[in-house]
């Protein structure tokens, strides 16, 4: 689904915007918008809908506790909306400016919301989907100039995916086990599962207003009053839950294929590369460099693990290293698939000189919950270093 689709879907020329929307809206401009120098725009134009967040936050609040039976305190929906509004209007204000410091701080914030809507269960839905879009848009941007963010920004979209999906699921199967108290028992009937796509139109005895109703020959049917409030519920709750869930299905399924079409640069990641060699130094900033005498490995190596990367994700390892003396060396560039199988996709060995050499592999991620290493070998154990530029040694995920 587009930006331009959720548009048309959900916001009327009043500009009185369904809270989903800009929820979806969001989703849609990240995932198909936004690279390069154009993205603080572009996300300065998803952000700048002309709505009101006191009214987004309240209108999901009182929808989703309708259907689930629950009352939130109104101190607390206006303490949710000051907060998410002061973030909204500062990524506004620093996005165009490209305050790279300043939007890393406000993505720690609005991740604190987000969190603490997870934390607050399932009648915060509402607030937890706008709160997470503006993380994303933070962690999207951050991504494009800083590799180190891509992982969280995989990561982070994955994690929103599965809560907003459990919870909206669990809002459905909620909303099915509540039915008006004017029941002549008094009590709650469970709806069952009904399949909004075998209704047939019902008259009921009552009458001429038309109520939809289910073709299920198992359905158990309460005579009486409570047949038609069973329907009315239905109707009025569970069918427009449905419909909700769907919507944020759509959405979620975007967090999911968000592209981490960027680059991650061995200089941004530096701490985090991991070392199968005895000995290894950083220096300046400009080189790694390792080398394993009397160590244990006949194939020593520098690497960079990334997790969470959407399946089908393709893979681009670029290497430039060289040794600090001549030896005869041989060096490899692998990159692993981490998963049900270790799958590696080798460059070639190539031979190690005091001349920089650059190498390059590719491969596609085939796993869903596969890890990827990017991994740079050399086969042997001489207190030679293999030098690794990490100015110009890169991952590149599309």
Same mark, same amino acid.
């Given at each position: ?5 959720? *548009? @048309?879907?959900?916001?009327?020329? #009043? ?45 999901? +609040? ?74 994303? /848009? ?6 494009? #100039? ?16 599965? %809560? ?26 469970? +709806? ?5 796509? $075998? ?11 038309? &109520?939809? %109703? ?18 009315? &519920?239905?109707?009025?709750? /569970? ?40 000995? &290894? ?46 030896? $005869? ?12 199988? @270790? ?5 070639? *060995? ?6 920089? $050499? +650059? $190498? ?20 042997? @154990?001489?207190? /030679? @270093?293999?030098?690794?530029?990490? *100015?110009? #040694? ?5």
């Amino acid at each position: 689904m587009t930006r331009e689709n959720y *548009q @048309n879907n959900f916001i009327e020329e #009043t500009f009185v915007v369904d809270w989903m929307a800009v929820a979806g809206w969001i989703a849609a401009g990240i995932v198909s918008k936004l690279a390069g120098d154009t993205i603080g725009v572009e996300l300065e134009k998803l952000l700048g809908i002309e709505s009101s967040t006191d009214q987004l936050i309240r209108s999901s +609040v009182d929808e989703i506790c309708q259907r689930i039976d629950q009352i939130v305190n109104q101190q607390f929906i206006e303490e949710w909306s000051a907060d998410l509004e002061a973030v909204r209007k500062d990524i506004l204000m620093y996005l165009p400016k490209q305050d790279t410091d300043m939007i890393k701080q406000l993505e720690g914030k609005v991740h604190i919301l987000a969190e603490r809507f997870i934390m607050e269960g399932t009648k915060t839905l509402g607030p937890f989907m706008i709160s997470a879009s503006m993380d994303l /848009v933070c962690l999207r941007y951050l991504s494009s #100039t800083n590799g180190a963010f891509v992982q969280d920004l995989t990561s982070r979209a994955k994690e929103y995916a599965d %809560w907003a999906e459990a919870k909206s699921t669990e809002i459905i199967e909620l909303a099915k086990t509540f039915v008006s108290s004017s029941c002549s028992s008094g009590r709650g009937l469970p +709806v069952g599962d009904m399949d909004p796509q $075998n209704y047939a139109y019902y008259t009921s005895q009552w009458g001429k207003k038309k &109520h939809r %109703w289910s073709g299920s020959e198992n359905l158990s049917v309460y005579k009486g009053r409570c047949e038609e409030n069973r329907l009315n &519920h239905y109707n009025n709750t /569970v069918v427009p839950a449905l419909e909700r869930h769907n919507q944020i299905i759509d959405c979620v399924k975007l967090w999911r294929s968000i592209p981490a079409n960027t680059s991650i640069v061995f200089r941004d990641v530096e701490n985090l590369l991991q070392y199968r060699c005895k000995n &290894h130094s950083l220096e300046s900033g400009v080189i790694v460099q390792g080398n394993d005498r009397d160590g244990q490995y006949s194939n020593p190596s520098i690497h960079y693990d990334l997790m969470n990367l959407p399946e089908n994700t393709t893979i681009h390892f670029y290497s430039k290293t060289r040794a600090d003396k001549e030896i $005869n060396r041989i060096g490899e560039i692998v990159i692993w698939e981490l998963g049900s199988e @270790n799958v590696p996709v080798s460059s070639g *060995q190539f031979k190690v000189s005091i001349d920089w $050499n +650059v $190498n390059k592999v590719v491969a596609i991620k085939k796993e869903p919950n596969s890890n990827i290493r990017c991994e740079i070998y050399w086969h042997d @154990n001489e207190e /030679v @270093n293999t030098i690794v530029d990490v *100015q110009e #040694t890169r991952i590149e995920i599309i």
